[in-house]
């Protein structure tokens, strides 16, 4: 059950409130009685700071599926970075925690601000670990995560 409120709460690390929760996770949180249009989170959980290290990756993984994306400038053979479109000490001190150094940064404009995991090494270890969904196919081949057969 512990698994569950880190991953919901890092869902809520941008607010009790998520407006578009990725399609794979409708079911889930149907099934949890928290999804209608957008889905709803209690405020325990917008509060919730992980504490083991189960629950620093499953925090990881939620926030990094409902507000992360990975970003590869050459999808042909380029470095991958992880973005998440969100920042919050609790993903800066729960990737420290894993060994990864984020960067803490804001678009042109100093308006939004995001965590980006960047240094090859990290992303590989970030992807390791936390095990996030990686639906682009070329993506998932970026990060070494499909194999060809001949």
Known sequence: MR?????????????CVVERP???????????????????????YCRYRPIALLEH????????????????GDPHGGDVIAIFKVADSRLVESLRLLGI????????KGVRKY??????????????????????PATARLLGLCTQRS
Do not use: N, Q
Request: charged share 30%.
């Open 3 to 15: 698994r569950v409120e880190a991953y919901l709460g890092g869902m809520a690390v941008g607010g």
């Open 101 to 108: 150094d984020p960067l803490e940064t804001t678009d042109e």
């Open 115 to 136: 965590v980006v995991v960047y240094r090859p090494r990290d992303v590989r270890r970030f992807v390791k670990l936390v095990k996030p969904v990686v639906e682009d």
């Open 57 to 72: 990756l499953y925090f990881l993984k939620g926030a990094f599926e409902t507000y992360g994306e990975f970003f590869a």
């Open 22 to 44: 990725p399609p794979y996770l409708t079911s889930w949180l149907k099934s949890l009685g928290i999804y209608r249009e957008r889905v709803e989170l209690d405020e325990r």
